[in-house]
T-cell receptor, first 114, second 115 residues
Framework: KAGVTQTPRYLIKTRGQQVTLSCSPI?????VSWYQQTPGQGLQFLFE???????NKGNFPGRFSGRQFSNSRSEMNVSTLELGDSALYLC?????????????FGPGTRLTVT | AQSVTQLDSQVPVFEEAPVELRCNYS??????LFWYVQYPNQGLQLLLK??????LVKGINGFEAEFNKSQTSFHLRKPSVHISDTAEYFC?????????????FGTGTRLLVSP
């Protein structure tokens, strides 16, 4: 069974631009969560989606948004990019939001903002 | 809200020696605890998890952890490490009030295994 895939793997953008990152969960998984990883702030939760609905959101500005499609694939968007948005963005999928459903992480998208 | 403290940012150890990576958590509600490993340029892989029941949890690659509610700790141990265990290790917690899937991570411990 294929793992979580994230595209693109690397991305370079300029301040002020916007970016869309994509995540394809493991087949049969319906929950997708996103995390931001930076050297300064570590791993921080962005959002969680299940059945196309956002169930949980982390403490990030409104420039960060996401969505989930009917096939469980998810995208996250960052508008008006800032230098501080440079990070590794990790996506994780699981069968559902229930207790015990392990999250499987993708390799991440490394975003560099110049 | 939950929080996690990993007391050591880096732990150097010789191959075949035992190792303990420390993790303390803070929460006012029931918690679920996890240890993840991250190899360079890769995502996170779950080593083990504590949901309920036995406080000694065994995971993959010979790792184990013990949940200690009175000390609010969940330390990770391995009796004999290999060079290939060199990686970053993250302790994480989720709570019954915030949802199982929302993980709060510690700052990580870099395990450096040398021959």
């Amino acid at each position: 069974k294929a793992g979580v895939t994230q595209t693109p793997r690397y991305l370079i953008k300029t301040r002020g631009q916007q970016v869309t990152l994509s995540c394809s969960p493991i087949s049969g998984h319906r929950s997708v969560s996103w995390y931001q990883q930076t050297p300064g702030q570590g791993l921080q939760f962005l959002f969680e989606y299940f059945s196309e609905t956002q169930r949980n959101k982390g403490n990030f500005p409104g420039r960060f948004s996401g969505r989930q499609f009917s096939n469980s694939r998810s995208e996250m968007n960052v508008s008006t990019l800032e230098l501080g948005d440079s990070a590794l963005y990790l996506c994780a999928s699981s069968l559902g939001p229930g207790i015990g459903n392990e999250q499987y992480f993708g390799p991440g998208t490394r975003l560099t903002v110049t | 809200a939950q929080s996690v403290t990993q007391l050591d940012s880096q732990v150097p150890v010789f191959e075949e020696a035992p190792v303990e990576l420390r993790c303390n958590y803070s929460s006012s509600v029931s918690v679920y605890l996890f240890w993840y490993v991250q190899y360079p340029n890769q995502g996170l892989q779950l080593l083990l998890k504590y949901l309920s029941g036995s406080t000694l949890v065994k995971g993959i690659n010979g790792f184990e952890a013990e949940f200690n509610k009175s000390q609010t700790s969940f330390h990770l141990r391995k009796p004999s490490v290999h060079i290939s265990d060199t990686a970053e290790y993250f302790c994480a917690v989720s709570g019954s009030n915030t949802g199982f899937q929302k993980l709060v991570f510690g700052t990580g411990t870099r395990l450096l295994v040398s021959p």
